[in-house]
């Protein structure tokens, strides 16, 4: 495609912009801060539906919007009205965030000009492309799920000024924390800029999460008052640390809402194209925020790749997460995996080797797909979330799922001969409970978020150990302390890539709030001065053991069989008796215990689960030479003693004096 959006030369600036269906395109040309307009110059058509004019004597700094003009019924999808100043949908940076006001939804003729409500976009001379590096992450490594504002807001050894910001996460006690923790990548929530949905300014609430983007590449000049620079400054920091940087990106929907929304950058130039409709001609909504994305028009395919290539080659980025992903695979509303935009992301040159992760559901016709994304993607598993949870509440029949979310999940991802799984586990994300919530509410309590506690999910699968929320009994206390632990050994000892939502780790609390997209306040900000070290020393121990056992990073299904000339099968799974679990031991709905005994040319490691309240000794299978030993270094294990319940313990085999005498002879 032609380029679009501003580029800028010695002679001046190029403005071009796409609509196949406007009749006039202006660019509006603002003073230095952005508050009067000095021109309004119209662009020409160039063919293909391009609008474009170059403005001699303009440079980078250079404040400006897009209008344009032809039939307004809303009815039938259309919606131009020349008073609404237009975000350029190729933009790279604003000059300060949006804010919702009612005139940015008024109809034609009835809200006047929105320009001193709108952000006005920065023309920018973009740096040199950095050279494209190969992604540090890789399949079975730990993603941590980052909230930028909220991670930094009230940290103590971040300076003020730079709190809540993406050049915080650079920061050196940060890096440490990631370090400590072995943290493969960062992904970050959005961190492009959005809108607040037009509910939340009267109940005095804004978007804390980000999802509700207006377009695809300007950053929110709150999470990155440096711009770019920031982010690219920031990446390289991690990088040298040995950290990835993951995008999370919304490519699914904008904050343009639905018809009663505001109009503010693709509505405006070409609302038929951009975003799906009924063949009635109202909006498509598969994704719950009242419109979606056109990714199967080449002017969008065209616009998310080139949004793609713009983070890796002007930022240095391992890759993306996609938001409601399936949108992006809709050809004519009907989700394939051979989708166009699919295909294109993953056999682009620039993007062909970087990480991909797709949340496999949206709520639109046959939304949930789950294991069928190409395989480049790897995919947010719901089902490893939902088993893992069943089995720590105690619901019966459970073990036998959590076997098989522990090993990778070859039910969802094995299809087709797939020899790895493409599954990313995780036990708590940024939509739902905490971790440290899923055990001290059974409800949820979204009271704050100003809709009577109806939105969110009713169905979390949570427990309260005898109280609902903040309890002064240690007892419960230490059983939900107990619980966490047990969750977070269960996520690192599990079979493929994992993710971890910062916080998690030293029991982060949204007080039982499950949908806190809207607090951008105590709620979601992390508490780094009250956290709980013990949960922490105990997550940190945990990376450590999963970055020195190669077995438990690997993605490569489990057979059963022996991997190598070692003869050691890849997984057994046992009784606490250390005995194979038989069928009928599967099929015990009161069976709460398993051993899973992972094994290949380094020896074996025992992973020891009591999901029992009751204590249990564990006896594991002997070789002659060798001797069990415990794992980690926050578990003192002696195996002739009971094993308390609700508990994951590792075991290491390691070789004795004498049979590494032996070798050595």
Not at 127 to 138: H, T
Not at 544 to 553: G, K, Q, Y
Request: hydrophobic share 40%; proline share 7%.
């Amino acid at each position: 495609m032609t380029q679009l959006g501003a580029a800028v030369t010695r002679e001046g600036i190029r403005f071009a912009a796409w609509s196949s269906s406007a009749r006039r395109l202006w660019v509006s040309i603002f003073d230095g801060q952005g508050n009067r307009e000095l021109d309004r110059l119209e662009l020409q058509p160039e063919g293909a539906g391009v609008h474009a004019l170059v403005v001699p004597g303009l440079a980078a700094g250079t404040r400006y919007g897009f209008r344009a003009d032809g039939d307004y019924a809303p009815e039938r999808g259309l919606w131009f009205d020349p008073d609404k100043l237009l975000t350029d949908p190729y933009a790279v940076e604003i000059d300060r965030p949006y804010a919702y006001h009612w005139r940015l939804a008024a109809r034609r003729n009835e809200g006047a000009d929105t320009a001193p409500l709108m952000p006005k976009t920065v023309a920018k001379a973009l740096p040199k492309a950095m050279p494209v590096l190969p992604p540090l992450f890789r399949p079975g490594g730990l993603i941590y799920e980052v909230p930028v504002r909220a991670f930094t807001k009230l940290h103590p050894d971040i300076p003020q000024a730079q709190r809540g910001t993406i050049a915080a996460l650079a920061h050196p006690v940060v890096i440490e924390h990631l370090q400590r923790l072995g943290v493969s990548a960062v992904e970050l929530m959005p961190v492009t800029a959005s809108i607040d949905e037009r509910h939340l300014p009267p109940l005095g609430l804004s978007n804390a999460w980000g999802y509700n983007p207006v377009t695809f590449m300007a950053l929110d000049p709150r999470l990155a008052p440096g711009g770019l620079k920031e982010l690219r400054d920031t990446v390289a920091a991690l990088r040298k640390a040995g950290i990835g940087t993951i995008l999370d990106l919304v490519f699914n929907h904008t904050g343009e809402s639905d018809r009663l929304g505001p109009t503010l950058s693709l509505r405006g130039l070409d609302n038929q194209a951009y975003y799906r409709h009924q063949p009635d001609g109202r909006l498509v909504n598969d994704t719950g925020t009242g419109n979606t994305v056109a990714c199967d028009h080449p002017a969008v395919r065209d616009m998310v790749l080139d949004t793609l290539r713009h983070f890796v080659c002007n930022a240095g980025v391992d890759g993306f997460r996609f938001d409601l992903a399936p949108v992006l695979g809709r050809v004519d509303g009907v989700f394939d995996p051979a989708a166009p935009l699919l295909a294109a992301i993953a056999g682009d040159p620039m993007l062909a080797d970087r990480v991909l992760v797709a949340e496999p559901w949206d709520i639109g016709p046959d939304g949930y797909q789950l294991g069928n994304f190409p395989p480049r993607f790897l995919e947010w598993n719901d089902r490893y979330r939902d088993d893992a949870r069943r089995f720590w509440r105690g619901d019966a029949g459970a073990v036998g799922a959590l076997a098989t979310r522990l090993a990778g999940s070859s039910d969802v991802f094995g299809k087709a001969g797939q020899p790895a799984s493409r599954t990313v586990n995780f036990i708590a994300a940024h939509d739902g409970m905490t971790l440290a919530d899923l055990v001290a509410y059974e409800r949820k309590h979204n009271q704050a978020n100003g809709e009577q506690n109806r939105d969110g999910h009713n169905d979390n699968l949570s427990w309260n150990n005898g109280a609902e929320g903040e309890t002064d009994s240690a007892a419960i206390t230490k059983a939900r302390f107990d619980d966490q632990c047990a969750l977070l050994a269960t996520l690192f000892a599990s079979r493929g890539t994992i993710m971890l939502t910062a916080g998690d780790e030293f029991g982060r609390s949204q007080k039982g709030n499950n949908n806190a997209y809207a607090q951008d306040n105590a709620i979601t900000w992390l508490d780094w001065a009250g956290r709980d070290q013990a949960l922490e020393r105990h997550a940190s121990a945990l990376g450590i053991l999963r970055r020195t056992v190669p077995a438990l990073s690997d993605t490569h299904f489990l057979t059963g069989q022996p991997a190598d000339a070692s003869g050691i099968p890849d997984v057994a799974w046992l009784t606490e008796t250390g005995m194979p679990l038989a069928e009928a031991d599967w099929n015990d709905p009161a069976r709460h215990r398993l051993v899973m005994l992972l094994g290949d040319a380094g020896g074996r490691l025992a992973i020891m689960i009591n999901g029992d309240r009751r204590q249990c000794v564990f006896t594991l299978p002997a070789r002659d030479g060798f001797q069990w030993q415990p794992a980690i270094e926050t578990q003192a294990i002696d195996l002739a003693r009971p094993l308390p319940g609700r508990s994951v313990h590792f075991m290491l085999e390691r070789g004795t004096a004498k049979s590494r005498t032996r070798k050595r002879s």
